[in-house]
């Protein structure tokens, strides 16, 4: 499955468009991270917690698309975007979501 | 009295440890992006013509926070108005080692640029006394890896 954040792929026809196919995760991580990272509010610098929390949460939501463009016949999705957005406090949706087509 | 004290000691704390982690991030950052100059990436939306290329979608996120100190510096300049130079540099940190992280993915699959790169922020502890606190942002693109030759020879 190819996926791309381009409208087109080089050297590559388009042979039929599936409509749009999404994927979405909202994850809130354990309390220890939330403890360190009230401390690194404290001294600044980076939350690794979080960013490897939102990496995974983003992996799975990019799962899910594929699943669907999968389901939909696709071999590739393209002009995918991201979207985050925080729910609640300590955690996070990610939204993924893009095109399903075809491709030769 | 005694929170007098703690917030004193918060202060010093932030300022020693947040200036100290901000200088050696910014070495890093500053580093890291001689060595990947030569990877470019590019927020132009039309791929090269020439050449065969397969494609990948290539991220990179950061999640970084502010120190105590420069949260109370903020604090203040929202009651003067001006530039927010504390959350300037946090954002341009935050920016900056994200695009680093999908240009070393990239690098990793040995391509030749990225295309069509797009930015994405967050705050992530939003609520919490209406500060920034903390930000995510995500870099993403789709990487452009040069087909061997001869498969493009066989087309």
């Given at each position: 499955?190819?996926?791309?954040?381009?409208?087109?792929i080089p050297g590559k026809r388009i042979t039929e468009h599936l409509g749009l196919v999404q994927g979405s995760s909202v994850r809130a991580k354990h309390v220890g991270r939330d403890i360190m990272a009230g401390l690194k509010n404290i001294f600044g610098g980076e939350l690794k917690g979080y960013t490897e929390l939102l990496q995974e949460s983003r992996d799975e939501a990019l799962g899910r698309m594929l699943q669907q463009a999968e389901a939909a016949g696709a071999n590739a999705v393209m002009n995918v975007r991201f979207s985050t957005s925080s729910v609640a406090q300590g955690a996070a949706e990610i939204y993924v979501y893009g095109t399903a087509v075809t491709v030769e | 009295m005694f929170e007098l004290i703690l917030f004193l000691i918060l202060l010093v704390l932030g300022y020693g440890f947040g200036r100290w982690a901000e200088k050696r991030h910014y070495r890093s950052i500053i580093e890291r992006e001689k060595t990947l100059n030569r990877l470019p990436a590019i927020a132009s939306r039309i791929p090269p013509e020439k050449g065969r290329y397969r494609q990948t979608l290539v991220m990179g996120n950061t999640v970084i926070s502010v120190d105590y100190f420069k949260r109370f510096l903020a604090g203040l300049r929202n009651l003067f108005g001006g530039r927010v130079t504390a959350y300037e540099t946090l954002l341009d940190r935050a920016r900056r080692e994200s695009l680093l992280r999908m240009k070393e993915q990239a690098a990793g699959m040995n391509a030749e640029m990225v295309f069509n790169?797009?930015?994405?922020?967050?705050?992530?502890?939003?609520?919490?006394?209406?500060?920034?606190?903390?930000?995510?942002?995500?870099?993403y693109g789709t990487a452009l890896i040069p087909e061997p030759a001869s498969a493009s020879d066989q087309d």
């Amino acid at each position: 499955m190819l996926i791309s954040n381009m409208e087109h792929i080089p050297g590559k026809r388009i042979t039929e468009h599936l409509g749009l196919v999404q994927g979405s995760s909202v994850r809130a991580k354990h309390v220890g991270r939330d403890i360190m990272a009230g401390l690194k509010n404290i001294f600044g610098g980076e939350l690794k917690g979080y960013t490897e929390l939102l990496q995974e949460s983003r992996d799975e939501a990019l799962g899910r698309m594929l699943q669907q463009a999968e389901a939909a016949g696709a071999n590739a999705v393209m002009n995918v975007r991201f979207s985050t957005s925080s729910v609640a406090q300590g955690a996070a949706e990610i939204y993924v979501y893009g095109t399903a087509v075809t491709v030769e | 009295m005694f929170e007098l004290i703690l917030f004193l000691i918060l202060l010093v704390l932030g300022y020693g440890f947040g200036r100290w982690a901000e200088k050696r991030h910014y070495r890093s950052i500053i580093e890291r992006e001689k060595t990947l100059n030569r990877l470019p990436a590019i927020a132009s939306r039309i791929p090269p013509e020439k050449g065969r290329y397969r494609q990948t979608l290539v991220m990179g996120n950061t999640v970084i926070s502010v120190d105590y100190f420069k949260r109370f510096l903020a604090g203040l300049r929202n009651l003067f108005g001006g530039r927010v130079t504390a959350y300037e540099t946090l954002l341009d940190r935050a920016r900056r080692e994200s695009l680093l992280r999908m240009k070393e993915q990239a690098a990793g699959m040995n391509a030749e640029m990225v295309f069509n790169v797009k930015y994405e922020t967050a705050s992530i502890s939003k609520g919490r006394r209406d500060t920034i606190g903390s930000v995510e942002v995500l870099a993403y693109g789709t990487a452009l890896i040069p087909e061997p030759a001869s498969a493009s020879d066989q087309d």
